[in-house]
Nanobody, 125 residues
Framework: QVQLVESGGGLVQAGGSLRLSCAASGLTFSSYSMGWFRQAPGKERELVAVISWSALSTYYADSVKGRFTISRDNAKNTVYLQMNSLKPEDTAVYYC??????????????????WGQGTQVTVSS
């Protein structure tokens, strides 16, 4: 059974940084693409970033390009999301997701097979 456990969320002031982690188990982690999504209250789920199994390919939403960095450590079965220059509009629950496929195009509706429970990120102005 695949299990994804996020950590690292919290409250930060605008302009600050946070690093989210997602520990994976129950899957061959090095064979999976990993993604981060977020959902703010009253809004649709948004794809934030994706990293391929080899880390050679990444995808970022336009809203986070240049501020967020996705990375992974296959030896630790963990994917990270480094978030810098945080803005109040980054406030959301952030979810980790895994899928064995790599898509040529990504969108908010790209299907991922496994999901974590989420971690809250709140950015105060």
């Amino acid at each position: 059974q695949v299990q994804l456990v996020e950590s690292g969320g919290g409250l930060v002031q605008a302009g600050g940084s946070l690093r989210l982690s997602c520990a994976a188990s129950g899957l061959t982690f090095s064979s999976y693409s990993m993604g981060w999504f977020r959902q703010a209250p009253g809004k649709e789920r948004e794809l934030v970033a994706v990293i391929s199994w080899s880390a050679l390919s990444t995808y970022y939403a336009d809203s986070v390009k240049g501020r967020f960095t996705i990375s992974r450590d296959n030896a630790k079965n963990t994917v990270y999301l480094q978030m810098n220059s945080l803005k109040p509009e980054d406030t959301a629950v952030y979810y980790c997701a895994a899928d064995s496929r790599w898509f040529t195009r990504y969108s908010d509706r790209t299907p991922f097979s496994s999901w974590g429970q989420g971690t809250q990120v709140t950015v105060s102005s």
